[in-house]
């Protein structure tokens, strides 16, 4: 069976930034696959059309650029803000920081730089603007059930138990 729209694909992963070489995540870190439902928006969108068509036991390198993965870097979400917000934190550059709207949203972000004034912050993914490579082995590939099609996502072993 293919990995195509509306079957539930269960595969190992490496992520590695094509650029430096340095790996990234891997779901041997979870110590099992990933499973998703293709169609759904499960994965990122160059990840899962270049798995398209691939079976159980099958192995491929795959490279994502930037804007088929995390997007590229918007300026416009590099922001000074006032230090006065962040009263009470010990800062360091490279600090993963969350705030959260008004209306609830959590917005995360990465301490750029600080000084006594202000906070420089970075509200981008974190990879955004990097070009990505997956180490993939398709594990399994099934047909989707009406409620994991209904739902968005798969059910049972390696999906979401509700």
């Not at 499960?42 to 930037?66: C, H, Q, W, Y």
């Not at 959260?100 to 202000?118: A, C, K, L, R, Y």
């Amino acid at each position: 069976m293919k990995a195509t729209g509306n079957k539930v694909v269960t595969f190992h992963y490496t992520l590695k930034d094509k650029e430096t070489g340095e790996v990234l995540d891997s779901s041997q870190a979870y110590g099992q696959p990933l499973t998703v439902l293709f169609g759904a928006e499960n994965i990122i969108p160059g990840l899962e059309s270049r798995m398209e068509g691939m079976e159980a036991g099958e192995k491929r390198t795959i490279e994502v650029p930037a804007s088929e993965a995390y997007g590229e870097k918007n300026p416009e979400l590099v922001q000074q803000v006032p230090r006065e917000y962040f009263q009470g934190i010990e800062l360091e550059e490279g600090m993963p920081l969350q705030a959260q709207t008004p209306e609830g949203q959590i917005i995360n972000m990465i301490v750029v730089s600080f000084d006594e004034n202000s906070v420089t912050v970075d509200m981008n993914h974190p990879l955004a603007g990097k070009d990505l490579v997956f180490e993939v082995e398709v594990v399994n590939v099934r047909d989707a059930s009406l409620e994991e099609i209904k739902h968005g996502h798969p059910h049972g072993e390696g999906g979401v138990q509700h």
